[in-house]
């Protein structure tokens, strides 16, 4: 007879969160919170907030936006010695609302998968996420050797800092050329150019994407605002030579 499979607490069963379930069910036993949410559709069980935040192992899979109202609410209720990790697009702010509202008795680690329910409909494996360690090294250093091993994720382990820097030129532009050429449609389908199918492309993978994911990348990296200043006065300075 197999040993049970140990309980993870998923907080958050929206997109992301169903994703999340899929990929990490064959090794735990998913306890799912989510007031939105009426069918764990096979991949975990929905119960409260007080027993997903209860788990030896809790993801908040939740917008960075709402994340400090989120770690406020499973404080009172998480175990000494367990494992809290987030999934945001941005990893300094969500690490400092982590140590300052979670008791010092828990582990808690960063990850931003680099990828999504869109890029990742496929499969995952070969993908990249991004590790940080925020309390505790050798949790964060098990948590990549399991995307690693168990997932076939390439895994990047990153200070908070380091990884938001990158993501301020990967994430921010991305999202924000593609804002602007979603505001451009209707495009042309017809007689189109590889690299053009390749751009666009890249807008389909992020056209789904929420308003709140959005704002995290663009304002709640301290980072992004230069990236955008460059970026805008470089194609403004374009703009200039062509219009002279």
Not at 59 to 80: D, S
Not at 185 to 214: C, K, N, W, Y
Request: glycine share 10%.
């Amino acid at each position: 007879m197999s040993a049970p499979k140990p309980t993870l607490g998923l907080i958050g069963f929206g997109a992301f969160g169903r994703l999340t379930a899929l990929h990490l069910s064959s090794w735990f036993d998913i306890l799912a919170h989510d007031p939105a949410a009426s069918d764990g559709e096979g991949l975990a069980r929905l119960t409260t907030l007080e027993e997903a935040a209860a788990c030896p192992v809790v993801v908040l899979a939740v917008p960075v936006g709402v994340l400090a109202e989120t770690v406020g609410a499973i404080a009172p209720h998480v175990t000494p010695g367990a494992l809290i990790l987030d999934v945001g697009s941005v990893k300094v702010r969500p690490a400092g609302v982590m140590l300052e509202g979670l008791p010092e008795a828990v582990q808690i680690v960063g990850t931003h998968p680099l990828f999504g329910p869109q890029s990742g409909k496929d499969g995952i494996a070969g993908l990249r996420i991004a590790v940080c360690p925020v309390r505790g090294d050798k949790a964060a250093w098990r948590v990549a050797a399991f995307c690693r091993k168990e997932l076939a994720l390439k895994v990047f382990v990153v200070t908070p800092e380091d990884h938001d820097r990158e993501a301020a030129t990967v994430q921010g532009l991305t999202h924000l050329i593609a804002k602007v050429l979603l505001a451009m449609e209707p495009l042309p389908t017809r007689m189109t150019t590889s690299s053009f199918e390749r751009v666009m492309q890249g807008v389909d993978m992020v056209r789904h994407d929420s308003a709140a994911v959005f704002r995290a990348i663009e304002h709640d990296n301290p980072y992004a605002a230069e990236v955008r200043r460059r970026f805008f006065g470089l194609a403004e300075q374009a703009r200039a030579e062509l219009d002279g």
